[in-house]
């Protein structure tokens, strides 16, 4: 299998080059990801063919992205084409100079496999079974009814945000009469696709530039305190007053607005408002934005993760991935998560948690050493740092945030403190939620201090005013008199009780 | 060479094992660190032996790090012990004891033995020539007079923060009476030391835990903006200013005292005070604080940097190591690095920048790239985390600072902003600049965009309106159009000129 791959997608607003790599044949990493605004379908609309300043900025642009493929030393490079190429009358003689020039060779592909390659991009990393993927690009737009994680059916209709803004004269101020043309088309258009039929109620599953925009003015407007586009999720409300917001907004307003990108403030309105109406046509609660699509789609096909083979736990695997990325000792994370486990299941009657914590436990106790690979000391506050910016895959974002809380919190006896920003995010109760945790994976690392894996089973006996853990060791003796120095305030505070610990060696197995 | 090590430290106050490894042969780091506060100096002074029951934790201690060794499967194990062990009538019973029950064997080193380490371990890792070394541990206190980088001189006197705390009954509140007897012996035993009359005027470099506690007290008292210990500067007042407030304080004061271990609340008057009276003594201006001491010199020992082959570049050894841990492409950080050099060269009579800023440019372009590891989007703020909190050794920590802002602000033509937070540690010519040499590397990084080092040279022509920049490159052209557009608004912005380029392809030589 190769081991290294490059990704070119010669879109219709932008022409891109993504760079991956197995790293030690282990776990995979983005290494390089460009950009280039080529805008392939700026006048496409008027001739029906590439215009030839487009076509000189591509060709540069992909002798430059063939030079970095060749730097790179690539075992494979993917090079694909979509709506401008696809749509243009010559779009053939733009694959067949890029061939000539660079020696690339494009592949023109159809709307369909573009969605397909969108569903494998976004299934491959959010943790969701049934949904309407829709991905709007510069010339298209591709639906996906997704159930039980499969392809159910899929649709590309041939227009996307350069033809809406061209079309109906967006780029500036969108008078009421635009707005209403506008959307008469999109109900029309909207009308025909049979799939939304299907769709019916279930959440929008959002691909491409223009909905990763909507998502990073929205985080802007109501101070989120995460960037993170992934996963991302907003209501239909949420959806409609950023969508309505911009609309309103001349192009000089949009320039200025906080999270939108500087190549889209003209192609926006006609996209967005695609988007919403999207949302009102299928009655979608939900839009949950993946950072994943073609490209992603691409690379997980090549890698054997095709529609057949998918990723089978998204969560698991992109936990090992990093885990591996940052060099972290599996055993301990693995025995210190089992230990963690074990405490938060004996003390059930304590802490009265009933909610699924499950990802949170396991992705801080799999991580919470992983900022040594920074530098030992003050390793926790790293651990926080990566947990929080790493692209971990499979969690909620607010999930995400507190497994990186109860990270930071394992070396602290202290109430956990939240900064200001966060709490917009967070409330008391997922304060004290991540206290209970993270002391729980406090003890467990401090029974595996030794990083040896001694403790081969507690057994917690729950008693009025006390909790009295039993802890069977091999070869030596945990510190139980430094765990109770350090864990005994919090534990009496968290679960009301006295911590005290007794410990027996037994034989090794 | 062995490639993994573990170093065990058993001092008086407290007992070490660091382990360190050398990844894939290539770099160096920690990977753990565990101390127990054991203080097998407790009771020396009444009986002149380690009591039984320091033994017996000590004993527990050991066997804990010996399975912890297995584990790590270490190349190498060094054990070491110092004043306590080498004061006490029954030491070697103590050194017995371990060897028989966990095989351990530990040395038993004399003061000038751990005051050539201490030496080794922060002249290796702190970029000074002159200074006086100073240790104070739990049982003894070591000086180093450093001239050129060699150890000129060395001595050891027998009494550390533990002797001095029993002899005067510093535990609690420390009465005019206990400090008047306490500088009175200070005194007296400083009078003895002969290479004091060599150092008058030097720094004091200190290691040892008092002396980190001493710099994290004065960095909450100033809310200074980052968490560092290493290479953290006092001058002589803030120094005096500390060591007075703490003396005025009892036991319960100090126990909430922000910066203050726990472990070291009753010990840490009489030591602090032979800090600031060897300052005094010598007429020192300036404390420098090393993170890195024993241990440290013990490491580099082992692999090959003994007195007579000290690590000739701090700084790059460290930018190395750096770049090696986070996979950095090394070829391009390198020719960014020339290239912005080369702007910076060309451009002085726009920027007119007199001062040194030679680390604070190499640190920032070798590193600009390194939030990769962590995820590529958003990957210069990664970059700004990782510079400030790596370890970077051989920068002061303003600059390290400084170029993490200017790595940071490699990709935005915003001016910069700094957090009110940092604003403690820099000023607005500061702000001028990083905004300066953060467009050097911006140009320099776009120059070098596809990554495949194309960019021979680079000769601007300065006129009065516009900086003509002419650009010899192999292969393919740059992106002319996209520098302007991504850097030209700044450049105007920052150096008062219109920014043009031609680009003139040439044959690769």
Chains 1, 2 share one sequence.
Request: proline share 2%; glycine share 8%; charged share 25%.
């Amino acid at each position: 299998m190769d081991k290294s791959i490059g990704v070119i997608d010669i879109g219709s607003n932008s022409v891109h080059l993504v760079v991956g790599e197995y790293h030690n044949n282990e776990y995979f990493h983005i290494i390089d990801d460009v950009k280039v605004n080529v805008r392939l379908c700026e006048g496409l609309s008027e001739t029906g063919c590439l215009r030839e300043d487009r076509m000189a900025l591509g060709e540069q642009t992909l002798m430059m992205f063939k030079n970095m493929c060749d730097t790179y030393k690539l075992d494979k490079v993917i090079a694909v084409a979509t709506a401008a190429v696809r749509k243009a009358k010559n779009g053939q003689v733009f694959v067949d100079l890029i061939k000539k020039t660079t020696g690339i060779e494009i592949e023109i592909i159809p709307g369909e496999t573009e969605a397909a390659m969108d569903y494998l991009g976004a299934i491959n990393t959010i943790d969701i079974r049934d949904a309407l993927l829709m991905d709007i690009g510069g010339g298209s737009v591709e639906f996906v009814l997704i159930r039980d994680r499969k392809m159910a059916d899929a649709v590309s209709l041939p227009f996307g945000s350069i033809d809406l803004t061209e079309k109906f004269g967006l780029e500036d101020v969108a008078t009421p009469g635009k707005l209403q043309k506008l959307h008469a088309f999109l109900e029309e258009a909207f009308a025909g696709v049979e799939l939304f039929e299907k769709a019916r109620g279930l959440p929008v599953l959002g691909v491409g530039g223009t909905i990763r925009n909507i998502g990073r003015i929205h985080r802007r407007v109501v101070d989120y305190p995460l960037e993170i586009a992934h996963n991302y999720r907003m209501c239909e409300d949420e959806v409609a007053k950023i969508c309505h917001m911009t609309a309103k907004m001349n192009l000089e307003e949009r320039k200025n607005l906080k999270g939108l990108s500087k190549g889209r403030t003209d192609i926006f309105v006609g996209a967005s408002q695609a988007v919403y109406k999207v949302m009102q046509t299928i009655f979608s609660p939900e839009l949950i934005i993946s950072d994943a699509g073609l490209r992603d789609g691409l690379i997980f096909k090549h890698f054997g993760n095709g529609p057949e083979d998918l990723v089978h736990n998204i969560f698991d695997n992109s936990l090992v991935n990093t885990m591996l990325n940052y060099d972290v000792n599996i055993p301990h994370a693995y025995h210190v998560y089992g230990l963690s486990v074990k405490l938060f299941e004996q003390l059930k009657s304590l802490h009265g948690i009933e909610e699924d914590v499950s990802r949170m436990m396991k992705t801080s106790a799999m991580l919470h050493d992983v900022g040594i690979k920074i530098q030992y000391s003050n390793h926790h506050e790293h651990s926080f740092y990566l947990i929080l910016n790493s692209g971990l895959e499979g969690l909620l974002q607010k999930e995400l945030l507190m497994s990186a809380f109860i990270a930071l919190n394992h070396r602290t006896n202290k109430k956990v403190k939240v900064e200001a920003e966060y709490m917009t995010l967070l409330r008391e109760e997922d304060k004290r939620l991540i206290d209970k945790l993270s002391l729980f994976l406090q003890i467990a690392e401090y029974l595996d201090r030794s990083m040896d894996g001694i403790v081969k089973d507690i057994d917690c006996d729950i008693k009025d005013d006390v909790v009295e853990m039993m802890v069977l060791t091999t070869t030596h003796s945990v510190f139980a008199d430094m765990i109770i120095s350090e864990c005994g305030k919090k534990f009496k505070r968290v679960l009301g009780r006295e911590l005290t610990i007794k410990n027996k060696v037994i034989a090794a197995v």
